[in-house]
């Protein structure tokens, strides 16, 4: 985990000051879990299926329009105005562990999540880990780990 932060560093670095939430996304693209229901019961550790139509994928630094990577959200508000006012759809997503970026294209992912119920969002970032205009964002589920 360690390593893949320290990377996503250096890809920050390197693209420089970034603008804002300018990716256009395609009208009518759509993030969804393509396998997990708002209120599905479930066993750690958890594979995650994320599905988008309307766009494509394209790894975290690759320039290629109507393309973006997934980013899971756990345990979180929708992404949205932050408490201080901070429009968190403008910039880039943190990535820690209520943040995970799938920068390398991936399509899924399987995730250890303690005992208990827990939220989920799937959030589309631009080459620079940034939502696009107008952000592609699935629905928050819940889901409780057994
Ligand atoms: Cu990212």
Avoid: C
Avoid at 120 to 137: C, E, M, W
């Amino acid at each position: 985990m360690k390593k893949s932060i320290f990377a996503l560093a250096s890809v920050l670095a390197i693209s420089g000051p970034s603008f804002a939430g300018e990716t256009p996304s395609a009208d009518e693209a759509e993030v969804y879990f393509i396998n997990l229901n708002n209120g599905d019961a479930v066993q750690s550790p958890v594979l995650i299926q994320f599905g988008l139509s309307g766009m494509g994928i394209a790894p975290a630094g690759i320039d290629k329009p109507n393309t973006g990577h997934h980013h899971l959200l756990i345990d979180r508000p929708p992404l949205g105005q932050g408490e201080d006012g901070t429009e968190e759809l403008d910039y880039a997503l943190p990535a820690d562990e209520n943040h995970i970026h799938y920068g390398g294209g991936q399509t899924e992912a399987t995730i250890e999540l303690a005992p208990g119920a827990h939220t989920l969002q799937l959030v589309l970032g631009d080459r620079n880990h940034i939502p696009h205009a107008k952000p592609v964002t699935s629905q928050v589920i819940t889901i409780t780990v057994e």
